[in-house]
């Protein structure tokens, strides 16, 4: 079996005023410095993978079989497991039949959530650049305005999601960068959108890139650009789609460990490159949830109906999973997951005995 946690951090800059928050810089791809944070609570599953390995190492008359910890880099970029997969991770690794990893959330610490099927959105990150005629701010008719043609764009995207997928579908379009020109006077010749889809199905995600290319397309023409739109995708994530059978079986021995701390987890429009290493090796795998906000601060934004403006979520600078229970849940659930495959029958919550 494989047993797998992401250890990469993310360009924030932490402010939840912790004794240990980050004050370490980097250099991203463009070679530029910024802050480092694991603002994503992947320090969190590097320290359970670790606990795990011990409990498991420490405890091995308990189980059989072998079992490959995994700690993968990049998982924020989509393409850590793929160059894992790519660099022969299969020929280090003993036959798996099963696949398991876990990911904290903004939900009250101690809780451990599953979901069979899709569980996590396919991603993909898109780069168009569309093209106009660039001249002088005061001349505008003598220009194909880019930006103009990009507004358009925009708007029109909007209609993808309300007007071309079912009500229920869980899809996201989102544009998170429009950038043109250089100056106020300056009628600019091209406008970048980078835009990012997250889709459930890929019937859903082929009908979603095909209306992006229609409406981008169609815009470009009736703004007369002199060129074709360019299309480049980056940042692409597969669908988590954990197999019901795997599911099933990690979700019953959580009841049996957890109690009533076991619960189900929602669909979540997030996404994660784990799947492409169980895909991979042609295992089945589960990919399920743990809590690690505080349970007190949670119940009185509950409370108050203001989860979301009072919980940081991923990815925020103030993100900050409580020490414990996170970490103590975080490694019973990746024992108490392996035991149902490799061990002897998982004792139940009140007895505690972690063997």
Known sequence: MLLRADMDALP??????LSYASVQLGTDSYGKEVPVMH?????VHVACLLGAAHLLASHREA???????VFQPAEETGDGARAMVESDLAGLLPRIDVALAQHVLAAPAAVVGTHAGPTLSAADSLRITV??????????????????????????LQTVVARETRPGEPVVLT??????????NVISDHVVIELNIRTHSPETRSAVLEAIHRIVD??????????????EFFDQFPLTDNDLDATNRVAEAFRAYFGERAVALPAQSA???????????GAPYCYWGIGGTDPELYRKAEEAGRVAEQVPVNHSALFAPVIQPTLETGIEALVVAALAWIGAPVPGASGRDRA
């Open 12 to 17: 924030v800059a932490e402010a939840t005023g």
């Open 39 to 43: 603002a994503c609570g992947h320090d």
């Open 63 to 69: 189980w059989a079989g072998s079992v490959a910890f």
């Open 131 to 156: 093209f106009g005629r660039g001249a002088h701010g005061s001349m505008p008719q003598a220009s194909v305005d880019p930006v103009v043609l990009a507004a358009m764009i925009v708007i029109r």
């Open 175 to 184: 544009v998170g960068k429009l950038q043109a020109g250089t100056k106020s």
């Open 218 to 231: 169609g815009e470009c023409q009736a703004s007369g650009s002199p060129r074709p739109a360019t299309y």
């Open 271 to 281: 996404s994660e490159d784990f799947s492409d290493i169980p895909n991979a090796l």
